[in-house]
């Protein structure tokens, strides 16, 4: 019984081959609709055509995905073309990089809700739901676990993290989470302190 239900199973799967990859191969690799064109210093334009679809058994798509961002370096060189895909209850993201001679590279592990040049374009920073990355222009990553984070700002080298305002202690007491202010690109931390009025990362 048990190899005639393998055999079953075997022919089953051998019948549904053909139809599944028949369909697959009508459904499209890319979205159209993510395709933009970027400008290289030159002036040359150059296609990002976004993330590969991937679909479920029916044919839909998992995500649906858009561009949140096509942002370019300071200094007019580099751009950072920033998709995201949502479903319900998750989500997904890729960074792409363009380079002044025009080569597209995706940068590795690049699931962020959203990006930040430094001044000198030196660097790509990406901010997710409790983690921080920092790019180089070569796809080098830095990164680091930022905890949970209510609010942060980031200018002229320094990054600074508002934690959840309060959390409630070992004890039961209401305690304050700390502002922390680290330096960018090396994330050395330079300040640990009680939120205050004073000690804030509002702009």
């Not at 369909?23 to 064109?37: C, F, H, S």
């Not at 790019?135 to 600074?160: A, E, F, K, P, T």
Request: contains cysteine; hydrophobic residues 35%; neutral net charge.
């Amino acid at each position: 019984m048990k190899y005639l239900s393998s055999q079953i199973l075997t022919m089953t799967l051998f019948s549904l081959g053909p139809v599944a990859l028949a369909q697959a191969e009508t459904l499209p690799k890319y979205d159209p609709n993510l395709l933009i064109y970027v400008k290289t210093p030159d002036c040359k334009d150059v296609a990002v055509r976004g993330p590969e679809i991937s679909y479920d058994d029916v044919g839909q798509s998992y995500y649906e995905w858009k561009v949140v961002s096509s942002a370019p370096s300071p200094d007019g060189k580099f751009s950072a073309i920033h998709y995201l895909g949502r479903r319900p209850k998750y989500w997904d993201a890729h960074v792409y990089l363009v380079s002044p001679d025009g080569f597209v590279s995706e940068l590795s592990n690049s699931t962020v809700r959203s990006v930040q040049w430094t001044e000198d374009s030196k660097y790509l920073l990406g901010f997710g739901d409790n983690t921080l990355r920092v790019w180089n222009m070569s796809g080098g990553r830095r990164q680091m676990s930022l905890g949970q984070v209510d609010r942060y700002y980031y200018s002229d080298g320094l990054l600074c993290i508002n934690h959840q305002s309060y959390h409630i202690d070992s004890e039961g007491r209401q305690a304050a989470d700390p502002v922390e202010v680290y330096s960018i690109p090396s994330l050395k931390k330079l300040i640990s302190a009680p939120y205050s009025a004073v000690m804030d990362c509002n702009k």
